[in-house]
């Protein structure tokens, strides 16, 4: 029996309880090394993308088939789970969460049910006491869970203090079975149903929308061309990613520190300067150590991420902007407007 079918009977999915995958961003040139580094027993299986790791409560599988988003398989509990993956994406540089735009958990396949929704907003810090709404957690369940969500959000007092966290799905294919998906924002899936297949079917369609919103951040990043021919010079290209908010930033040094204080989500340490039109940070990105700037002004941030650096630091920085400062929140540019967006996956 091959190590992926070993792998298939071991997490086979059943209707009573509920196989994890955890998605993590890796950044390193030996992922083997890495993998070993962390505090547990891991091992090579005969597929050379695909190892086990056993800590105490049980064992994680390990698949690299996507050489940047990880998938650790578990049929552990997430108690059990998911602290171990916690202390290791906090302590390291080389290990991030993926970090889901809310319409991406909106908008997760074509034709299924949602069957239970979360909303957390947490603006305490970067939203002022006296807005409308300064914290809102919610959570539907029932056939008609988001609407509560489209109605809320329709409220324009309401809507940058709307976004969503996680979601339940269900849903079907004729060649495969039947599926029942949890998914939050951090990429954390939970499944049951009668087909392993599908769930990993759902996870690759969710990561590679991702891993779109991810590659184009880092087109879009400021770098030089240099021209052919001796002593030709080079051509500047890429600009700044630019944020527009729906409501004001009430205190712009508030909103700086809070970015800038080290602490998660955001995992930023800058140093702010005033200038006449706002702030201005430079910032090192605690994930990967990489220098960042940005410009923030009342209702605008410009992020300036350089060539070959990680564009997760931004997808990180959208998703946690949503969920403490502002979820009608939108992109200048249309095509990163529209990978934020995500269009739906296809059933």
């Not at 080389?94 to 396949?109: F, I, K, N, T």
């Not at 329709?154 to 339940?168: G, H, I, M, N, Q």
């Not at 951040?217 to 770098?223: D, F, M, S, V």
């Amino acid at each position: 029996m091959s190590s992926r079918m070993r792998m298939s009977h071991d997490l086979a999915l059943k209707t009573s309880a509920s196989m994890k995958t955890y998605v993590i961003e890796a950044h390193t040139t030996e992922p083997e090394a890495l993998l070993r580094s962390l505090d547990a027993r891991v091992e090579a299986t005969d597929d050379a993308l695909l190892y086990t790791a056993r800590i105490d409560d049980g064992k994680f599988w390990i698949d690299q088939i996507d050489d940047r988003f990880w998938r650790f398989h578990t049929d552990m509990t997430n108690t059990q789970a998911f602290g171990p993956l916690k202390e290791w994406v906090s302590s390291r540089r080389d290990l991030d969460w993926m970090w889901l735009p809310s319409a991406h958990l909106r908008r997760m396949w074509d034709g299924a049910r949602s069957r239970r929704i979360r909303a957390d907003f947490r603006g305490i810090g970067l939203v002022a006491p006296n807005a409308a709404a300064q914290d809102v957690r919610l959570g539907v369940r029932g056939a008609d869970a988001e609407q509560l969500l489209d109605d809320l959000a329709a409220l324009p007092r309401y809507e940058s203090a709307v976004t969503c966290d996680a979601v339940e799905l269900e849903f079907s294919d004729p060649n495969f079975g039947y599926v029942r998906e949890g998914v939050d924002r951090r990429g954390r899936f939970a499944a049951s149903g009668d087909s392993l297949e599908l769930h990993l079917t759902f996870v690759n369609r969710v990561v590679d929308r991702y891993r779109n919103l991810v590659t184009l951040c880092e087109q879009k990043a400021l770098r030089w061309n240099r021209l052919s021919g001796e002593d030709s010079g080079a051509t500047f290209a890429g600009g700044p990613i630019l944020i527009h908010f729906s409501r004001e930033i009430d205190d712009l040094d508030m909103f700086a520190d809070e970015l800038t204080s080290c602490r998660e989500p955001f995992r930023l340490w800058g140093d702010v300067t005033t200038t006449r039109h706002g702030r201005e940070i430079a910032a090192v990105d605690l994930h990967v150590g990489q220098p960042l700037q940005f410009d923030i002004g009342k209702r605008w941030m410009r992020i300036y991420l350089r060539e070959g650096y990680c564009g997760n630091t931004v997808a990180r920085l959208i998703s946690n902007l949503q969920h403490r400062f502002d979820g009608a929140l939108r992109l200048a540019d249309p095509e990163l407007e529209r990978a934020i967006q995500g269009p739906l996956a296809v059933g």
